[in-house]
């Protein structure tokens, strides 16, 4: 290496010790808070719009008032012992009626709901068996 190259390798690496700190921490000040974490669910700024229907601990099930088709939040703050839940709309009937998807792990899921429902099923597909039902009163 030549005079020269050594100068500006040298230039070079006193640059990068300097620039690298200053980046990792205008990278950590960046970081927005997060609504997940290990301890459960933290649900911030739900807005008047949405309507709280139930919430246990395990999971918080908000609908909204204010769209055109009818919506649910639903705040899922712990996994199910099921790996793959299903959910259901429950008609008038009380008969399971459309599908609208699945739970599977801890975080926020939307549901669009045409039409009015009497409530949600939440079902095991593997067991066969009813995990929890859930009642709507719709305005």
Same mark, same amino acid.
């Given at each position: ?45 739900? &807005?008047? /719009?949405?309507?709280?229907?139930? !919430?246990? %601990?395990?999971?918080?099930? #908000?609908?909204? =008032? ?27 009937? &009380?008969? /399971?009626?459309?599908?609208?998807? !699945?739970? %599977?792990?801890?975080?926020? #899921?939307?549901? =669009? ?27």
């Amino acid at each position: 290496m030549t005079s020269d190259l050594r100068k500006t390798h040298k230039i070079l690496w006193l640059i990068l010790a300097m620039t690298i700190p200053i980046l990792v921490v205008l990278s950590v000040l960046g970081i927005r808070e997060q609504g997940l974490n290990d301890n459960g669910m933290s649900v911030k700024n739900s &807005g008047d /719009k949405k309507e709280l229907v139930l !919430e246990n %601990d395990l999971f918080t099930i #908000y609908k909204d =008032k204010k769209s055109v088709d009818h919506q649910l939040l639903v705040f899922l703050k712990k996994s199910l012992p099921s790996p793959a839940a299903s959910v259901y709309a429950i008609s008038s009937k &009380g008969a /399971k009626g459309m599908y609208l998807g !699945e739970l %599977d792990k801890k975080g926020v #899921y939307h549901f =669009k709901i045409k039409g009015a429902i009497e409530g949600l099923q939440i079902y095991d597909e593997i067991k066969k068996e009813e995990i929890t039902n859930v009642a709507l009163q719709w305005d």
